[in-house]
């Protein structure tokens, strides 16, 4: 009995210290992924989470920050058509995910980045379409959580960019953005893990509300 006690104290034991260790990489890499300035340093990150994602098979989080990064990418890019490779691998890793942890508000919300982003490609073509999914995707991922930050800040960009281009009122967008900053504040990460960005990008929208 007493060795069996001691096997599964120690299987305990090595399955913690394994979850240290990769809570500490992501947290390294979390970080470096957020102080990225150039695409190459995005890249780089992308790559990192790109495989710690193929030695943590169970995790979703290497999968959701590959894609946020591929997402940077993709904003920084500007050669439009070239977009679309960074959010396709961006898609495929949500994907991914979604498998691993269903709706969760983070990879939904996530999901209708790409969308949004896509729309830049060819706004006159591909507007109606996804615009049409990236609501749907942050209207998902509100019905999971109607205080989550991003997407309460990413719905707040659609609206904007929406109202902007229709030359209506961006009084729904302003609120939405202003909710989204409240929750930035009030808002705990759930661990160490948890998605913080976007609070920065909110504020420079909230500035063009009159």
Request: proline share 4%; charged share 25%.
């Amino acid at each position: 009995m007493k060795t069996i006690i001691l096997i599964m104290a120690m299987a305990l034991s090595l399955t913690a210290m394994a979850e240290d260790k990769y809570t500490e990489v992501m947290t390294k890499n979390i970080d470096a992924l957020y102080k990225a300035k150039t695409s190459e340093e995005l890249q780089k990150s992308v790559n990192t989470f790109d495989r710690i994602a193929n030695a943590e098979k169970e995790k979703w989080e290497p999968l959701y920050y590959s894609a946020f990064g591929n997402v940077m990418i993709a904003v920084r890019e500007p050669e439009l058509a070239k977009r679309d490779n960074y959010l396709d691998l961006a898609k495929a890793s949500l994907d991914k995910a979604k498998t691993l942890k269903p709706n969760d508000v983070e990879i939904l919300a996530m999901e209708g980045f790409v969308h949004m982003i896509r729309i830049s490609v060819d706004p006159a073509a591909r507007g109606q379409e996804y615009s049409g999914k990236a609501y749907e995707a942050y209207q998902k991922a509100l019905a999971v959580d109607p205080n989550n930050p991003r997407a309460l800040a990413l719905m707040a960009q659609m609206e904007f960019g929406t109202a902007q281009f229709f030359k209506a009122p961006t009084t729904s967008a302003c609120a939405t953005a202003a909710k989204a900053i409240e929750k930035f504040d009030s808002t705990k990460p759930e661990n160490a893990l948890a998605p913080v960005w976007g609070k920065s990008m909110t504020e420079e929208l909230k500035a063009k509300c009159k």
